[in-house]
């Protein structure tokens, strides 16, 4: 369940620019420590050869979560009123 909910978050293989899910199951690479997902196999030696383009790939779309700000404006909020 993790894993899927990793991987509908990252939407898109980063290499070939697929949907996840449109060439069978997402499958999950782990790349120093960070899981990234791939439309297939042949998208694999990509990954590994560029590991930091990546890896901050994956980190940018985390950055992206709107859970990130809101509970801190509502916070900011509260000790402001």
């Known amino acids: ?28 690479l ?3 420590g960070t899981a990234i997902f791939i439309c297939c196999r042949a998208c694999e030696r ?9 890896i901050a790939l994956v980190k940018g779309t985390e950055s992206d979560d709107p ?3 809101s509970d801190e404006e509502s916070d900011a909020g509260d000790s402001t009123e």
């Not at 899927?4 to 899910?21: H, M, N, P």
């Open 30 to 32: 782990d790349v120093d």
């Open 46 to 54: 990509e990954i590994l050869t560029n590991k930091e383009k990546y």
């Open 1 to 28: 369940d993790e894993d899927r909910l990793l991987a509908e978050k990252q939407e898109i293989c980063f290499v070939g620019g697929e949907a996840l899910g449109s060439m069978g199951a997402p499958q999950k």
């Open 67 to 69: 859970d990130d700000g």
